[in-house]
């Protein structure tokens, strides 16, 4: 059984930092002491672009310090706030990571991640690129039934209610998702897409492929600065995705 921790949508910004570093702490505490993952992923959109690159620096460090004492290993996807200010480079050293797409191995399941922000636009929707797309073209073949997670939706998922994208909800997804999703097709064997962005959970099935997308953590709506979610994900011959808000299981799926 692999054990995998998923936060989604941090958005840390100054006005908020106090309550959503104490609720990040608790979960990393969680985490720690309860679930015990193997992995934890960030989806993305780890900061809410701030007026300054020095206001953004601050709060993708608020970030790294409340998961700095974990024992568990954490991958940072870059969603489409954190690149407004900063650059994939700057990123890459603060949280010292050396590239923001690649695959980690954990147990015996892959997890491909991929690098959706846009770099110079402020412009929600996101891109992937040829690159990625080739390199996920090679992984996605090479590994059984590996999951694939990017900040940006690549499944369908109904926005007609959705506060941020209902209007348009081209800007919720990825430009060259078609692309994408030809690849994972072709490869037949995908567990699941998992993504953040739209900030709600759904599960759901798309070009006869699943596609979980995870609640935010914050700012799930303007009213709502705070909403303190995260999933579980646990990995074995039935897996299970838990979308919790502290001890409370709010989703649970099964893929």
Same mark, same amino acid.
């Given at each position: 059984?692999?054990?995998?921790?998923?936060?989604?949508?941090?958005?840390?910004?100054?006005?908020?930092?106090?309550?959503?570093?104490?609720?990040?702490?608790?979960?990393?505490?969680?985490?720690?002491?309860?679930?015990?993952?193997?992995?934890?992923?960030? /989806?993305?959109?780890?900061?809410?672009? &701030?007026?300054?690159?020095? =206001? #953004?620096? !601050?709060? %993708?460090?608020?970030?790294? @310090?409340?998961?700095?004492?974990?024992?568990?290993?954490?991958?940072?996807?870059?969603?489409?706030?954190?690149?407004?200010?900063?650059?994939?480079?700057?990123?890459?050293?603060? /949280?010292?990571?050396?590239?923001?797409? &690649?695959?980690?191995?954990? =147990? #015996?399941? !892959?997890? %491909?991640?991929?690098?959706? @922000?846009?770099?110079?636009?402020?412009?929600?929707?996101?891109?992937?690129?040829?690159?990625?797309?080739?390199?996920?073209?090679?992984?996605?073949?090479?590994?059984?039934?590996?999951?694939?997670?990017?900040?940006?939706?690549?499944?369908?998922?109904?926005?007609?209610?959705?506060?941020?994208?209902?209007?348009?909800?081209?800007?919720?997804?990825?430009?060259?998702?078609?692309?994408?999703?030809?690849?994972?097709?072709?490869?037949?064997?995908?567990?699941?897409?998992?993504?953040?962005?739209?900030?709600?959970?759904?599960?759901?099935?798309?070009?006869?492929?699943?596609?979980?997308?995870?609640?935010?953590?914050?700012?799930?709506?303007?009213?709502?600065?705070?909403?303190?979610?995260?999933?579980?994900?646990?990995?074995?011959?039935?897996?299970?995705?838990?979308?919790?808000?502290?001890?409370?299981?709010?989703?649970?799926?099964?893929?």
């Amino acid at each position: 059984m692999t054990r995998i921790g998923i936060i989604a949508e941090v958005h840390m910004r100054t006005e908020h930092a106090t309550d959503l570093v104490n609720e990040l702490n608790w979960i990393a505490d969680h985490f720690e002491h309860n679930f015990e993952p193997d992995h934890v992923f960030l /989806l993305g959109d780890i900061i809410q672009h &701030g007026k300054t690159r020095e =206001e #953004d620096i !601050t709060n %993708v460090e608020r970030v790294m @310090s409340a998961l700095s004492d974990c024992s568990f290993p954490i991958t940072y996807l870059l969603g489409n706030h954190d690149v407004i200010n900063l650059t994939r480079d700057e990123l890459a050293d603060i /949280l010292d990571q050396d590239s923001f797409f &690649g695959e980690v191995n954990v =147990e #015996d399941e !892959t997890f %491909v991640y991929l690098d959706s @922000s846009l770099r110079g636009t402020k412009t929600p929707s996101g891109m992937v690129g040829p690159d990625q797309l080739s390199f996920a073209k090679k992984s996605l073949t090479k590994h059984a039934n590996p999951f694939v997670l990017v900040h940006h939706p690549i499944g369908n998922f109904d926005l007609s209610d959705n506060y941020w994208f209902a209007e348009f909800p081209e800007q919720a997804y990825l430009c060259d998702r078609k692309k994408l999703l030809d690849i994972m097709s072709k490869s037949g064997n995908i567990q699941s897409t998992i993504t953040g962005h739209i900030h709600k959970h759904e599960y759901t099935t798309f070009k006869d492929l699943p596609h979980l997308s995870i609640s935010a953590f914050s700012k799930e709506t303007p009213n709502k600065p705070l909403t303190g979610a995260y999933a579980q994900l646990t990995v074995e011959e039935s897996s299970t995705a838990e979308i919790k808000v502290r001890d409370q299981t709010i989703a649970q799926y099964r893929i």
